[in-house]
T-cell receptor, first 112, second 115 residues
Framework: GNSVTQMEGPVTLSEEAFLTINCTYT??????LFWYVQYPGEGLQLLLK?????DKGSNKGFEATYRKETTSFHLEKGSVQVSDSAVYFC???????????FGTGTRLTIIP | DTGVSQNPRHKITKRGQNVTFRCDPI?????LYWYRQTLGQGPEFLTY????????KSRLLSDRFSAERPKGSFSTLEIQRTEQGDSAMYLC?????????????FGQGTRLTVV
C-alpha cells in the first residue's frame, strides 16, 4: 500500500536556523508529493508540491525536491522565522485519485 | 468565496447519540473529501465524492458512518450510535478535478468529543 513516513517531532529551532524535515514515501505507481502546513487554530494549507521526479516545489522560502531514487521529499528552509511555527504534514496522491495519504506530522516551534 | 466551510466547529455528544456534520465546499469544486484526524496523527481518508457520486470509501468508514452529497454541492457526514473512539477532528476538503490540478483545499474541521 501507499504510506508516508515523517521525521518524528517535535522540532524546536532558534530563529534564523536552517530547517530540514525528512519525509520518505512508499507508493505503487508514480505519486505526486505535497507538504501541507497547519498553523495554530487554522485548517490545513498546501505549502508546496511536486508532481514528478526531480521537480522542486517552493513557497514562502521553503523548498522540497522529489527524489525518486531515494523515495524522499524532504522539506528545507534556509532561515526560519517565529511565524513558521506550525505542524507540517508530508503527503502523496496517485494520479487519477486525489485522495491524500498523510504522514503523522511534525510540530515545529521557532523560538526568538 | 470564503473557502471550505465546516459546521459545527465543535460538537460534544454522549455515547450512543447520532451526530451530523456539514461541509460546504468551494463553489466550483466537483470533488469533496472527508478525512479524520486523531491527536498526534495525520489525517486519514474516509470517503470522497465526485459531484453527487460517492466513488470510494475507506475501510475506516464503518457501517455507522454515512456520507451524502445530494446535489453535488454541500455534503453531510453522519455518525450513528457514537462511540468514544469516534472522538477526532473531521476534516472536509474540496478540489476541482482536472488533468493538471490536484490541489485540495481544507476546511477548519469539526472537532467531535464523545463522552
Amino acid at each position: 500500500g501507499n504510506s508516508v513516513t515523517q521525521m518524528e517531532g517535535p522540532v524546536t529551532l532558534s530563529e534564523e536556523a536552517f530547517l530540514t524535515i525528512n519525509c520518505t514515501y512508499t507508493a505503487t505507481g508514480y505519486p505526486s508529493l505535497f507538504w501541507y502546513v497547519q498553523y495554530p487554530g487554522e485548517g490545513l494549507q498546501l505549502l508546496l508540491k511536486a508532481t514528478k521526479a526531480d521537480d522542486k516545489g517552493s513557497n514562502k522560502g521553503f523548498e522540497a525536491t522529489y527524489r525518486k531514487e531515494t523515495t524522499s521529499f524532504h522539506l528545507e528552509k534556509g532561515s526560519v522565522q517565529v511565524s513558521d511555527s506550525a505542524v507540517y504534514f508530508c503527503a502523496l496522491t496517485l494520479f487519477g485519485n486525489e485522495k491524500l495519504t498523510f504522514g503523522t506530522g511534525t510540530r515545529l516551534t521557532i523560538i526568538p | 468565496d470564503t473557502g471550505v466551510s465546516q459546521n459545527p466547529r465543535h460538537k460534544i455528544t454522549k455515547r450512543g447519540q447520532n451526530v451530523t456534520f456539514r461541509c460546504d465546499p468551494i463553489s466550483e469544486h466537483n470533488r469533496l473529501y472527508w478525512y479524520r484526524q486523531t491527536l498526534g496523527q495525520g489525517p486519514e481518508f474516509l470517503t470522497y465524492f465526485q459531484n453527487e457520486a460517492q466513488l470510494e470509501k475507506s475501510r475506516l468508514l464503518s457501517d455507522r458512518f454515512s456520507a451524502e452529497r445530494p446535489k453535488g454541492s454541500f455534503s453531510t457526514l453522519e455518525i450513528q450510535r457514537t462511540e468514544q473512539g469516534d472522538s477526532a477532528m473531521y476534516l472536509c476538503a474540496s478540489s476541482y478535478q482536472s488533468v493538471l490540478n490536484t490541489e485540495a483545499f481544507f476546511g477548519q474541521g469539526t472537532r467531535l468529543t464523545v463522552v
